[in-house]
């Protein structure tokens, strides 16, 4: 069966390539920031492809179990690296907002704050992030024990807030 071979091959892929090829959309972000291609606002432009990566990847890594109960698909073993690439996503995301656009000024960033409450639901999903990326590990996993399983059930709120966040930013 065509199911059946695509996972046989799948289990031979190593998993260092799932964060190489998650890489590319940042190459493609600095590519087009080096040849002009992000418009007349490139800020905003790098901001919100940042932010879109992030909730594709943290999305995605949510579809991996329905995937397999339903189609059988078996991607289970590049769960955690595209966790670990929506939180890097998510936190380039940040650091754009902060950096780029708001200069490192933190009394700006909270004026900013203030004026679009959105920005303080992209925040929270961060901070619920934070636990889950630090605890993607296989020591932690351990150390954890179920524990793990339902702190990392946190990704649900937070994907959720991330969803609000960029729902309302678009308006």
């Known amino acids: 069966m065509l199911l059946d071979r695509l996972n046989r091959t799948l289990r031979r892929v190593p998993g260092w390539t799932v964060y190489l090829a998650g890489l590319l959309p940042l190459a493609w972000i600095v590519w087009l920031m080096l040849t002009g291609g992000l418009g007349v606002d490139p800020v905003r432009e790098i901001e919100h492809r940042l932010g879109k ?7 995605g890594g949510l579809a991996i ?3 397999r109960r ?18 890097f996503y998510v936190a380039l995301h940040l650091v754009a907002w ?13 004026v900013d704050l203030v ?20 605890t993607s590990n ?7 024990g179920p524990g793990w399983r339902r702190l ?7 994907v959720g807030l ?9 308006k």
């Open 152 to 158: 990392h059930r946190l990704v649900y709120p937070a």
């Open 162 to 170: 991330g969803m609000v966040h960029y729902l309302w930013q678009m």
């Open 65 to 67: 179990t329905p995937l």
């Open 53 to 59: 990566i992030a909730l594709w990847f943290l999305l």
């Open 70 to 87: 339903l189609a059988g698909l078996n991607l289970l073993r590049f769960r955690r690296a595209v966790g670990l690439l929506g939180f």
């Open 98 to 110: 902060l950096w780029l656009d708001m200069g490192l000024l933190w009394s700006q960033a909270a």
């Open 115 to 134: 004026k679009r409450p959105y920005l303080l639901f992209g925040i929270t999903a961060f901070v619920l992030l934070i636990p889950l990326a630090l």
């Open 138 to 144: 296989d020591a932690a996993v351990r150390r954890l």
